[in-house]
């Protein structure tokens, strides 16, 4: 029997746990972002609160790490 991997659920990330999930600083997000070189950060229901997509930062991270994302 094959078990199947379930993918991962996607959810919004939120500065701090970006933060903590990456190692970088506020300011080094910013600037890759601006760059075009970390995923874009999302406007959360038209507030001034912005969000990552879980499932854009994993992938960015397993990028990093050389793995296949």
């Not at 190692?23 to 070189?37: H, N, P, W």
């Amino acid at each position: 029997m094959t078990e199947q991997a379930t993918p991962p659920a996607r959810r919004i990330m939120r500065l701090p746990a970006v933060k903590a999930a990456t190692g970088l600083s506020r300011s080094t997000i910013y600037d890759l972002m601006k760059a075009g070189r970390f995923p874009k950060g999302h406007r959360i229901a038209g507030s001034n609160i912005t969000g990552w997509n879980s499932l854009e930062v994993e992938a960015w991270i397993a990028k990093q790490l050389g793995e296949v994302a």
